[in-house]
T-cell receptor, first 110, second 118 residues
Framework: GQNIDQPTEMTATEGAIVQINCTYQ??????LFWYQQHAGEAPTFLSY????GLEEKGRFSSFLSRSKGYSYLLLKELQMKDSASYLC???????????FGKGTTLSVSS | DSGVTQTPKHLITATGQRVTLRCSPRSGDLSVYWYQQSLDQGLQFLIQ???????AKGNILERFSAQQFPDLHSELNLSSLELGDSALYFC?????????????????FGPGTRLTVT
């Protein structure tokens, strides 16, 4: 089956860089997703990695190592609006749905 | 705005009651997914429909059921409600292309329905 682990909470200050880690165990691998979710709102797509390496998209980058079952989301130049929950997700074995980690709640302070 | 709509936004009901949550997917998306998000459990996959047919089941209780209609909108029915069913219920849609190496599993989430069972 699929299993995902992420830290529960992280704190950082405005302008800083933060790295949110995710480790996963899957039966088969069809890529890894990162979603951002503000409190009470819908998750929104941030990134998708299927090959090893770093993918950069503006202030956000996502890294994947398939051999280590490990990914991280890197957020640079943090802003207050980045305070949210960050969810790591992988497709289930049948590839028919996403299995989400419990999310990492990031609090950005000034 | 993801293009996925859900109604109602909020629902307050009593234990033992039955409710129906509605979802309209993005234009052109054939797949609809239902998720439940409670504080202690995170986002849990419930069920998926593809072009009117049930395709995958997750942690869905027997008291819950869903369907997808010919116009592709979907309804999630929750019956014999318990206090523990209080949660945010999200619907998501995708076009479910199965091409590997693409973000074909990317799902677009609706704004959710907040269900409170008292």
């Amino acid at each position: 089956g699929q299993n995902i682990d992420q830290p529960t909470e992280m704190t950082a200050t405005e302008g800083a860089i933060v790295q949110i880690n995710c480790t996963y165990q899957t039966s088969g691998f069809n890529g890894l997703f990162w979603y951002q979710q503000h409190a009470g709102e819908a998750p929104t797509f941030l990134s998708y990695n299927v090959l090893d390496g770093l993918e950069e998209k503006g202030r956000f980058s996502s890294f994947l190592s398939r051999s280590k079952g490990y990914s991280y989301l890197l957020l640079k130049e943090l802003q207050m609006k980045d305070s949210a929950s960050y969810l790591c997700a992988v497709p289930n074995q049948a590839g028919t749905a996403l299995i989400f980690g419990k999310g990492t709640t990031l609090s950005v302070s000034s | 705005d993801s293009g996925v709509t859900q109604t109602p936004k909020h629902l307050i009901t009593a234990t033992g009651q039955r409710v129906t949550l509605r979802c309209s997917p993005r234009s052109g998306d054939l797949s609809v997914y239902w998720y439940q998000q409670s504080l202690d459990q995170g986002l849990q996959f419930l069920i998926q429909y593809y072009n009117g047919e049930e395709r995958a089941k997750g942690n869905i209780l027997e008291r819950f059921s869903a369907q997808q209609f010919p116009d592709l909108h979907s309804e999630l029915n929750l019956s014999s409600l318990e206090l523990g069913d209080s949660a945010l219920y999200f619907c998501a849609s995708s076009d479910s292309r199965l091409a590997g190496g693409s973000s074909s599993y990317e799902q677009y989430f609706g704004p959710g329905t907040r269900l409170t069972v008292t």
